[in-house]
């Protein structure tokens, strides 16, 4: 499959490791977390096999339907409210387990986003998981289209802003006080693009 080949990207072997020097955040990315040949795959079964639902928001005095589809999913278990949320599938089961033995923590539910078209995005928002976590830890994986993901400083505004590529197969962990004092975006986009998949791992507590 020749979308989303970007070869420089997986050619360099680099498999680097990125670590933001950012005042009051921990972030991390890791560009060809998964192969092309993964990402593909997953790409693939997850745009293809996801229950993909609209939702309405709150915008200032009206409520609108959010510029991108989402699905959640989450374990079950007897002390968590999962709501109708199903059980995650093999290949999200799959996904997990490998960010999960990287970032060294566990997660028991996942939001998958998909960003059809350059008129989807996301708007300035910090992760709140709930209100017992004061800093919640989010790991996120992106397979398809490349989008920009923007972080800010929510008190700092000296603070400059920081824009981050996240290419198919990429992880971005937000951990520490990331979601305390910053943050992100995906911007909406005037180029031609391809849709977009990203998945964000979070433990939900009750
Ligand atoms: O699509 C992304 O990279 C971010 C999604 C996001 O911020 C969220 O689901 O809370
Ligand atoms: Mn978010």
């Known amino acids: 499959m ?6 420089d990207l997986f050619m360099s ?8 020097e950012l005042p009051d955040a921990d972030v991390i990315l890791i560009d060809n977390f998964f192969t092309k040949e993964e990402a593909d795959y997953y790409y693939e079964v997850l745009l293809n096999n996801t ?22 999913f ?21 996904i997990r387990e490998r960010v999960q033995v990287e970032v060294k ?18 708007s300035w928002h910090s992760d709140k998981i709930n209100r017992s976590d004061a800093h919640p830890v989010t790991a996120s994986v992106t397979f398809g289209e490349t989008r920009m993901f923007r972080l800010k400083h929510k008190f700092r505004k000296e603070v400059p802003f920081v824009e981050i590529p996240l290419h198919h197969g990429s992880f971005l962990l937000m951990a520490g006080t990331t979601n305390s004092f910053w943050e992100h975006q995906v911007p909406k986009t005037a180029k031609k693009v391809l849709p977009r998949i ?9």
């Open 13 to 20: 072997g680099t498999n680097g490791r990125k670590d933001f």
């Open 105 to 122: 923590l566990n997660f028991n539910a996942v939001l998958l986003n998909l960003y059809r078209n350059g008129n989807d995005g996301v």
């Open 2 to 7: 020749t979308l989303f080949n970007d070869t």
């Open 51 to 72: 229950n993909w639902k609209e939702y309405e928001m709150p915008m200032y005095d009206k409520i609108v339907t959010a510029p991108r589809m989402i699905s959640w």
């Open 74 to 94: 989450q374990d079950k278990s007897d002390t968590i409210h999962s709501g109708d949320a199903p059980e995650l599938t093999k290949e999200l089961k799959e």
């Open 198 to 206: 990203n998945l964000t791992f979070r433990k939900v507590i009750k």
